[in-house]
């Protein structure tokens, strides 16, 4: 099979890069040369950025624009150009093999050169690795028969485009050699769907963030700057402006032959800025698709609202470019994340941009989902379509028997009989930038007389932890009308609230545990009416941490005073469990029960 790397989207991803220059050119900005030297040592300290940039690339392509949509494997390399063409042009090919030969000297002319490790990606996932060298395959003819001789560029990239999607559609694996260490060998590679974009960072005095086209840059000081939950927040923002196409450069088109050739060579010169700034209503929607694929990652809207006044703040005022400059965020724009805040914090709801339909951001959310739960499955040589409900494998995380549920060894013995999990999902806990730990969660309905009469739901973590201080906004104000907060401080968050809810599992679920578990009622023809109280427990200790949450019908209590009163005896149940001090708890009965 054709080696895909040259494919056209890979072309389109390197255009910005170009009209950038020229756009900044044209206004008279200083050129910020990148040597090839320079350029992979930049690479190669920016792959974990890469890797979580490809992800929301995964991710993002059902909110894509059409023409951003292609195909791809994540791998990081540089070109070993052929040097022909003008004298200029062989001259730049030249230098830039000398410089990939200098790191790399094994390297040969077409070879595609791995300059980085990129675990988190389909390539990575197949065993490449830095060093490695990709033989290109000898190109075929494309074109079928009957294919007019005379197309115009456009044509032909739409018509080699459409070839490409039927047969990767029909075949996403193909096989590359690759030389390593002297021995050739044929490495299978899965491609997967993505909305086509890449990071590029460059040298400059000043520190932003940026993107144009399908190009995210980075400037080095700000990605030096940043820690890795920062990192995430930025790239989510960048790449939910790719995918939503607000970074389209107007100039790009003007430069279109010279970027292509210089895409082959060294994506060439970057220049400061050049780009007008996104509107409040981009930025808005940005934020809202970034969001939406953050809280996949283990970063809640608050930790995203936290780290947006941040690096405004930080940026200064000075006459160079910011992240406060390129990112401004304005008084509605932060009005409308806590509007996400208080919505997540209450719902576990999001809100969707006008004229952006529900069914591509769910879309945006599963596909992350599958990336953080199920990478093997979802990139790997014989993957299949991820399933969304963890209890379908062979050995699940979470089961229920007899009125006990066993969440990954912890044990949770529910009151009566007739219980059904429902639903049961899984991912990382991120502490201060860190993934520190996995969770499971599980959704479970208690059915009598053939109706749902009540549901818990509970998070618990995975592993063995220690934890010196935590920075979860669990315990934050929201809609509640009872709050009590137990822990000396907000290290250790440790409260209960609760909610007076009208309904319960309606309109657009963004949390994966409540969307299945939705499924799964209507499958059965089960609701749980209203209104009903949602009674949320959560401890973060040193050693553990998790939350519970009931979904109880107002009639299963004599007056709001009973319901604050069944709080406490859940925390009392509950709190050894989540200190991380005992491996069993039961859930108090209900009054009436």
């Known amino acids: 099979m054709k080696n895909p790397l040259l494919s056209v989207w890979v072309l389109r991803a390197a255009l910005p890069a170009m009209a950038l220059a020229a756009s900044a050119s044209a206004s008279g900005a200083i050129p910020l040369i990148v040597p090839m030297e320079r350029r992979i040592e930049l690479r190669i300290e920016s792959a974990p950025l890469d890797d979580v940039l490809f992800q929301l690339s995964y991710a993002l392509h059902p909110a894509c624009r059409e023409d951003g949509k292609g195909w791809n494997d994540g791998s990081s390399f540089e070109i070993m150009g052929r040097p022909q063409g003008s004298e200029r042009l062989v001259k730049s090919i030249e230098q830039s093999n000398a410089a990939i030969k ?54 032909t990239a739409k018509r080699l485009a459409d070839e490409r999607e039927k047969r990767y559609s029909e075949n996403p694996v193909v096989t590359r050699t690759v030389r390593r260490n002297g021995q050739t060998s044929e490495i299978p590679v899965r491609l997967v769907r993505v909305c086509a974009m890449r990071l590029h960072v460059f040298d400059s005095q000043y520190m932003y963030a940026d993107s144009d086209g399908a190009m995210v840059f980075l400037t080095a000081p700000f990605m030096k700057g940043l820690d890795a939950l920062e990192a995430k927040v930025v790239l989510a923002h960048e790449a939910a402006q790719v995918a939503l196409g607000f970074s389209k450069n107007r100039e790009r088109g003007k430069m279109l032959a010279e970027a292509v050739l210089g895409s082959l060579v060294t994506l060439g010169e970057n220049r ?28 809640e809207p608050l930790a995203y609202l936290v780290i ?49 339909p529900l069914e591509a951001a769910l879309a945006v959310t599963s596909r992350l989902r599958e990336v953080v739960r199920e990478r093997d499955r979802t990139f790997g040589v014989n993957a299949t379509a991820a399933t969304n409900v963890m209890a379908a494998d062979a050995q699940p995380a979470v089961s229920l028997r007899v009125g006990e549920l066993d969440i990954r060894g912890r044990f949770i013995r529910l009151p009566g009989t007739n219980w059904s999990l429902a639903a049961d999902t899984g991912g990382p806990v991120n502490n201060r930038g860190q993934d520190v730990a996995k969770s499971y969660q599980a959704y479970a309905t208690h059915i009598e007389a053939d109706a749902a009469r009540w549901s818990v739901a509970f998070m618990i973590w995975d592993n063995n932890i220690t934890m010196p201080q935590w920075s979860s906004n669990a315990c934050a104000p929201a809609s509640e009308f009872h709050r009590e907060e137990f822990a000396p401080s907000r290290d250790f968050p440790d409260c209960i609230k609760i909610f007076r809810r009208d309904r319960h599992l309606v309109g657009s679920l963004d949390d994966p545990l409540y969307s299945q578990a939705r499924r799964w009622l209507n499958a059965r023809s089960l609701k749980i009416d209203g209104p009903l109280y949602e009674i949320f427990y959560t401890r973060y200790g040193r050693d553990g941490f998790g939350w519970v949450r009931a979904f109880v019908p107002t009639k299963e209590f004599t007056d709001e005073k009973e319901a604050v009163e069944w709080s406490a005896q859940l925390r009392a149940s509950m709190q050894g469990l989540f200190d991380g001090h005992e491996q069993r708890a039961s859930l108090p009965s209900l009054p009436r029960q």
């Open 102 to 155: 200098t790191r790399f000297p094994e390297a040969e002319a077409g070879d595609f050169v791995v300059v980085a490790n990129r675990p988190g990606s389909p390539s990575g996932h197949a065993g490449l690795k830095q060093g490695d060298f990709i033989v290109p395959a000898k190109r075929t003819e494309e074109t079928n028969q009957g294919t007019p001789t005379r197309e115009s560029a456009s044509e």
């Open 308 to 356: 947006m006044k941040k690096l405004t703040a930080e940026s200064g005022v000075f006459s160079g470019p910011t992240y406060g400059r390129t990112r401004p965020l304005s008084a509605a724009r932060a009005a409308d994340i806590e509007k996400n805040i208080e919505l997540w914090t209450g719902e576990r709801k999001l809100l969707i941009s006008a004229g952006r």
């Open 272 to 299: 400061e800025s050049g780009l007008s700034p996104a509107t409040d209503q981009q930025l808005i929607a940005a934020d809202r698709l970034a969001m939406r694929t953050l809280v996949q990652m283990g970063v």
